[in-house]
């Protein structure tokens, strides 16, 4: 199985690690690339089948990376296999940046965050584009029936968690109304009392 940092740690990185004191937390082989799929575990299999949105890292032919958000209802990235991920594309600005740069050189990037908890989860990958997804792949990613750009999956190579530090904690708006909802009904009841006392 590839560990995250077979990708990660080229010689340039571990030459700096080495200069900057960090190498012997590593000592991990260089440049060892990836290999086989990465099963997911269960805690990672639920971060990503539960986030709302996550950042996604392509590269283009010309070498330029290309960072950006993709969001959806709670759950729209699904897990298709034990080592396979997959999503409905919806129409956006109809740019096509990140999807190009993946028919041409399948390698992403993708980071995972639960804001609430501070968690944090880093992924590589091989991301497959399909303009016109199958039945079986539809229905596996959720298909309702809504028009959509085709989908994408990605055979995860390597996971890793990362440190909380630094992870601001942010809330949604449901998650807000659900945390303050015995408040509001305590204030709703107080206020009745208070509209009988007078």
């Known amino acids: 199985m590839t560990d995250f940092f077979d990708i990660a740690f080229t010689p340039a990185t571990v030459e700096l690690q080495q200069r900057k004191g960090s190498f012997g937390v590593y000592q991990v082989a260089v440049g060892a690339g990836p290999g086989e799929s990465h099963a997911l575990t ?3 299999a639920e971060i990503i089948q539960t ?14 990376p290309y960072v950006q958000h993709r969001g959806g209802d709670a ?18 600005n109809r ?3 990140g ?3 993946i028919t041409a050189n399948g390698r992403i990037a993708a980071i995972f965050v639960d804001y609430p908890s501070r968690t944090r989860l880093k992924a590589y990958g091989r991301a497959t584009y399909h303009p016109d997804p199958s ?11 809504l028009r959509n750009d085709g989908a994408i999956t990605i055979e995860l190579l390597a996971t890793n968690w990362n440190c909380p530090k630094y992870i601001t904690p942010r809330f949604t708006e449901a998650e807000v109304l659900q945390a303050t909802e015995p408040l509001r009904g305590r204030i709703a009841e107080l206020e009745a009392q208070l509209a009988n006392v007078s």
């Open 75 to 92: 759950g729209f990235v699904k897990l298709i296999d034990d080592h396979t991920i997959g999503w409905l594309e919806r129409n956006g």
């Open 135 to 145: 039945e079986q792949l539809l229905a596996a990613l959720g298909g309702d029936g």
């Open 51 to 64: 986030r709302d949105s996550f950042y996604l890292a392509s590269v283009s032919e010309t070498g330029w």
């Open 99 to 101: 999807t190009g740069n």
């Open 95 to 97: 740019q096509y940046i």
């Open 42 to 44: 269960p805690d990672e």
